[in-house]
């Protein structure tokens, strides 16, 4: 049987808002959600602020009882040592956090990192029981010499090729060409990745975690697209980038259902 996947709508603030502003965005975001609690029923709502903000967020989710998950948008594949500036898994665990992004295509590009420093970094993640948000995607020039899945699948074989079967993560589909653009795939192209990334995801950690497995689309989500990308059976929510640092538009994405008219 399939298993029924809650949906994920996932804020990557990347460089933006500092630990005082987060403190007033996080707050900001919990009352407008209070307002459509049925949202929160069906849909999971997760941010990612910068490692300077997390104690912060973590200190006001906790206190309040926000139903707002959290987590790091990178994180060591070391546990610990010289490794300047890096962060263990472990701190962000003792955080409180449930994610780490691994792999964003500005990690990939600006940092320079591979498949094989992604696959130790998802695995560190396993280790300190944190669920990898692992990010693969294809650029334009791959988009046309290799179609829209070959780059985004390879990425997920590689990174996850020490990963035993039953693993819990999720999968972020974001095209390169469509990120910070302006220009999103279609729903339909979303789909078709994501179906080839699950299809891959079986082969990998097996039929009953593949199910389970959210598969996000990211690229450019907006309030006016989202409704677009959750209709689709593979499309399990989104990594938003820009428009999560917009409270209006973030509660928006977040409130898909009533664009779905579902
Ligand atoms: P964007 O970024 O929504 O601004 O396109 C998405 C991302 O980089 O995760």
């Given at each position: 049987?399939?298993?029924?996947?809650?949906?994920?709508?996932?804020?990557?603030?990347?460089?933006?808002?500092?630990?005082l502003?987060?403190?007033?965005?996080?707050?900001?975001?919990?009352?407008?959600?209070?307002?459509?609690?049925?949202?929160?029923?069906?849909?999971?709502?997760?941010v990612?602020?910068?490692?300077?903000d997390?104690?912060?967020?973590?200190?006001?989710?906790?206190?309040?009882?926000?139903?707002?998950?959290?987590?790091?948008?990178?994180?060591?594949?070391f546990?610990?040592?010289?490794?300047?500036?890096?962060?263990?898994?472990?701190?962000?665990?003792?955080?409180?956090?449930t994610?780490?992004?691994?792999?964003?295509?500005?990690?990939?590009?600006?940092?320079?990192?591979?498949?094989?420093?992604?696959?130790?970094?998802?695995?560190?993640?396993?280790?300190h029981?944190?669920?990898?948000?692992?990010?693969?995607?294809?650029?334009?020039?791959?988009?046309?010499?290799?179609?829209?899945?070959?780059?985004?699948v390879?990425?997920l074989?590689?990174?996850?090729?020490?990963?035993?079967?039953?693993a819990?993560?999720v999968v972020?589909?974001?095209?390169?060409?469509?990120?910070?653009?302006?220009?999103?795939?279609?729903?339909?192209?979303?789909?078709?990745?994501?179906?080839?990334l699950?299809?891959?995801?079986?082969?990998?950690?097996?039929?009953?975690?593949?199910?389970?497995?959210?598969?996000?689309?990211?690229?450019?989500?907006?309030?006016?697209?989202?409704?677009?990308?959750?209709?689709?059976?593979?499309?399990?929510?989104?990594?938003?980038?820009?428009?999560?640092?917009?409270?209006?538009?973030?509660?928006?994405?977040v409130?898909?259902?009533?664009?779905?008219?579902?």
């Amino acid at each position: 049987m399939v298993a029924k996947r809650v949906p994920l709508i996932a804020g990557n603030w990347k460089m933006n808002l500092d630990h005082l502003q987060s403190i007033a965005f996080v707050q900001k975001l919990a009352w407008s959600l209070k307002d459509a609690k049925h949202t929160y029923d069906t849909v999971e709502v997760a941010v990612f602020p910068p490692f300077t903000d997390l104690r912060s967020v973590q200190t006001l989710v906790s206190a309040d009882k926000y139903e707002l998950t959290f987590g790091g948008q990178d994180v060591s594949a070391f546990d610990s040592g010289a490794y300047t500036g890096e962060i263990s898994g472990a701190f962000l665990k003792s955080l409180d956090c449930t994610y780490v992004i691994i792999g964003h295509s500005e990690r990939r590009t600006l940092h320079h990192e591979g498949d094989d420093e992604i696959a130790a970094k998802v695995a560190a993640a396993i280790r300190h029981d944190l669920v990898p948000v692992l990010c693969v995607g294809e650029t334009a020039d791959d988009l046309e010499k290799h179609g829209p899945s070959a780059v985004p699948v390879a990425q997920l074989k590689a990174a996850l090729a020490g990963v035993t079967a039953g693993a819990d993560i999720v999968v972020a589909y974001e095209p390169v060409w469509a990120i910070g653009s302006g220009q999103a795939a279609t729903p339909e192209q979303a789909e078709q990745v994501a179906g080839q990334l699950r299809l891959t995801l079986v082969e990998l950690i097996g039929q009953d975690a593949a199910d389970a497995t959210r598969i996000l689309y990211g690229g450019s989500v907006k309030s006016s697209n989202i409704a677009g990308f959750m209709r689709q059976p593979n499309v399990d929510g989104a990594l938003v980038g820009g428009a999560s640092l917009d409270l209006a538009e973030f509660s928006s994405i977040v409130q898909f259902q009533k664009h779905v008219g579902t």
